[in-house]
């Protein structure tokens, strides 16, 4: 290794060299620092000479290896030579050193650098290199907490066109919920959502049971041709000044790029890259590339009946994503909150003045949390043999200040202090702890158990993924009646409401 340095000393394969002490710092992580000045015997001299190298792979080279080693004693150079840098390519790699480094005090003339540079109107070759610099030069300033962010303005007058997506089959449940929190809109049922126009946007962002709120700008469907065609298009008809009505604040508009649709992986990367750079060029960098800290989406949408041609969606973040922040615990088995609403909902025609309700496999108890939120209670109690889900359970108790009980016991040991008027649970499935067999034995329990916890005129209702497991034990016991069998996730999860027979 410390041949590295002597061979770049002596002015021998420079760029090779640093590339390979490049790597071995990259594999060193928390000792890339100590790791480098063994290799230069504590003397890294030679850094602040190969930044004034004539090679510009030589000097981005160099500069990668100050971010990667945090050499903070080189900032200042660094700076400096950022400054003198007249190669494009090499300029994003000082502000992603930097980024690594103790720059505070140099934020000020950074901010003042990214406002000129993003003011810029000129195009041309550099173009991917002014964008590329842009959006290092906003991570760092984001990083540091100087960025700025928006917020979605939701004083805003006039109606938008908006979609609330669901399960496909789901859609009249989500028009329901939808209907009871706005007073005013056009709804429309549509594939998979409820399309509608309204301006009652902070009552649309609370109701419960949608998976992803988009917002549909007029004009910007049917896009056709080349990522350059699409993106003027967008551009033309308004996309930045749709942004900044929605969205409160200064600065530029950071963007993710989703792509769905029927193409390769290839092609569909392909597309986002092209489409991401043509938006940022064509807006004159008012919107910029920022995978990592976004504030909007912008979802492309194939079209299923012509080969090329999309629709543009956005999805602004943070918008309904409060509803279900009381769940700061999940593990893999976690059902998702939206689903755990979207079965409140549908199960409410039928069960919605039970009072007192039970969930025997609780988990972090989110099906009760959102039962809680659907219908008024007087009883709801969870009940879970995994000490650490309760404990999470109970955390999000408190945080929405709700009278739900939680008890860390096996179901099979559970003795209820009340007759429950409703079941409501997730069952388990098969997993690496819990083979086909031993679920079919735990929901044979299970049904005897229920028997003896609800009341006559009480309703039972049951989400598995074990379809064919539940319906051969549900064979087996005639106590019950299946009133209704949905299927939520098509080909995978079922409802059951059950009463008991009699």
């Given amino acids: 290794m410390h041949k590295l340095v002597e061979d770049i000393k002596a002015g021998r394969e420079i760029r090779q060299s640093l590339i390979e002490i490049k790597d071995i710092i990259k594999e060193a992580k928390d000792e890339a620092y100590s790791t480098l000045l063994n290799m230069s015997d504590k003397d890294t001299s030679f850094i602040t000479e190969l930044l004034k190298d004539e090679d510009a792979k030589v000097r981005k080279n160099t500069v990668q290896i100050i971010g990667l080693a945090k050499m903070n004693e080189y900032v200042d150079t660094l700076y400096e030579c950022y400054l003198k840098e007249d190669t494009l390519f090499v300029r994003p790699e000082y502000i992603k050193a930097l980024n690594q480094l103790d720059c505070d005090k140099y934020l000020d003339q950074l901010i003042d650098n990214a406002n000129k540079l993003a003011a810029r109107t000129d195009s041309g070759v550099d173009e991917k290199h002014v ?10 300033i984001n990083s540091h907490g100087r960025g700025e962010d928006h917020r979605f303005n939701y004083d805003l007058s006039g109606n938008s066109t908006m979609i ?26 549509v594939r998979s959502g409820v399309k509608i126009e309204s301006n009652q946007y902070e009552e649309l962002a609370k109701v419960r049971c949608y998976k992803e709120f988009m917002f549909v700008p007029d004009g910007m469907s049917k896009l056709n041709g080349q990522a350059s065609d ?4 967008l551009i033309d008809k308004g996309l930045v000044e749709y942004l900044s009505e929605r969205l409160l604040g200064d600065g530029l508009f950071r963007f993710y790029v989703s792509v769905k649709g029927r193409l390769s992986v290839e092609s569909k990367a392909k597309l986002t890259k092209d489409f991401a750079r043509e938006i940022e060029r064509l807006s004159n960098h008012r919107l910029v590339n920022s995978p990592s800290n976004y504030e909007v989406t912008l979802q492309l949408v194939g079209s299923s009946k012509v080969e090329g041609q999309y629709s543009l969606y956005l999805i602004f973040k943070g918008l ?32 919605g003045k039970c009072k007192q309700v039970l969930d025997p ?60 008027d409703l079941i409501l649970t997730d069952l388990p499935v098969s997993s690496p702890k819990l083979n086909g067999k031993e679920v079919r034995l735990l929901y044979e329990r299970f049904l005897n158990k229920a028997y003896d916890w609800m009341s006559n005129e009480g309703y039972l209702a049951v989400y598995t993924g074990e379809v064919g497991i539940f319906r051969e034990v549900l064979r087996r016991h005639k106590r019950y009646t299946i009133l209704e069998e949905r299927e939520i996730y098509k080909g995978k999860t079922r409802l059951y409401i059950l009463k008991l027979t009699g």
């Fill in 131 to 140: 964008a590329a610099e842009l959006r290092e030069l906003f991570a760092l």
């Fill in 230 to 233: 699409m993106a003027k298009r």
């Fill in 361 to 420: 496999f609780c988990g972090v108890g989110t099906l009760l949390v959102e039962r809680a939120f659907r219908e008024e209670h007087k009883v709801l109690t969870g009940v879970d043999i995994y000490g650490e889900a309760i404990w999470a359970a109970s955390k999000m108790r408190d945080k929405l200040k709700m009278d739900i009980q939680y008890i860390d016991k096996d179901m099979n040991a559970f003795a209820a202090d009340y007759i429950y």
């Fill in 164 to 189: 609330l997506t669901t399960l496909p089959g789901k859609e009249q449940y989500l028009q329901a919920a939808i209907d009871r929190v706005v007073s005013d809109g056009k709804t429309k049922l």
């Fill in 320 to 351: 309904g994503e409060g509803r279900f922040d009381y769940r700061t615990t999940s593990y893999p088995t976690s059902m998702k909150p939206y689903i755990a609403a979207l079965i409140c909902e549908i199960i409410s025609k039928r069960t």
